[in-house]
């Protein structure tokens, strides 16, 4: 049963400290998406990849965000320095990259940060 | 911004009563999704809609389209209590890979 995998499940760090989120997408899927979930925002896009390629970070703070995949198999999230208003459910899914795509997504990190 | 609304935010009822959610969205769309998500859980795609389509079934699921309203609506058929979860509209990006989800509906079904 092919699923997305994420670690860690939670996470609690005190405020500037460096937080690392990985992913592991399904088995020949080529795109990949991080979201960020919040009770206020909802469901905010924040960067994807098509191929292991960046194609929009848009929704993603430059200044301390920032989104890899160093190969297929694993996308990493970080966030340095971190702040409070990070604290959120961060997801991954993944998708064939296919018109209509359907997108899997994993269980999400809880990131509280105090 | 592209995000969808749902309408209602919150929705309870009786096990076995028909559960209809709304979604409304901006611009034009090649396709339409639903998805739940279960309290804690990721998100998982249920149906999917082109817009060249007005209706789908699948299950108890039944979805309308309705692109000169740019809106949508999920209903559920004889609900049970293991429908409870929130349910998303996701809308695609023309040119792009990527879907903006909506605010989402709270579906509570009570046994």
């Known amino acids: 049963d092919a699923r997305v995998t994420q670690t860690p499940r939670h996470k609690v760090t005190e405020m500037g400290q460096e937080v690392t989120m990985r992913c592991q997408p399904i088995?020949?899927?080529?795109?990949v998406f991080w979201y960020r979930q919040t009770m206020m925002q909802g469901l905010e896009l924040l960067a994807y990849f098509r191929n292991r390629a960046p194609l929009d970070d848009s929704g993603m703070p430059k200044d301390r965000f920032s989104a890899e995949m160093p190969d297929a198999t694993l996308a990493t999230l970080k966030i340095q320095p971190s702040e409070p208003r990070d604290s959120a459910v961060y997801f991954c899914a993944s998708g064939s990259g296919t018109s209509g795509d359907t997108q899997y997504f994993g269980p999400g990190t809880r990131l509280t940060v105090l | 911004s592209q995000q969808g609304e749902e309408d209602p935010q919150a929705l309870s009822i009786q096990e076995g009563e028909n559960a209809t959610m709304n979604c409304s969205y901006k611009?034009?769309?090649?396709?339409l999704q639903w998805y739940r998500q279960n309290s804690g859980r990721g998100l998982v795609h249920l149906i999917l809609i082109r817009s060249n389509e007005r209706e789908k079934h699948s299950g108890r699921l039944r979805v309308t389209l309705d692109t000169s309203k740019k809106s949508s609506s999920l209903l559920i058929t004889a609900s049970r209590a293991a429908d409870t979860a929130s349910y998303f509209c996701a809308t695609d990006v023309s040119g792009t890979y990527k879907y903006i989800f909506g605010t989402g509906t709270r579906l509570k079904v009570l046994a």
């Open positions: 088995l020949g899927h080529n795109t």
């Open positions: 611009t034009s769309i090649n396709n």
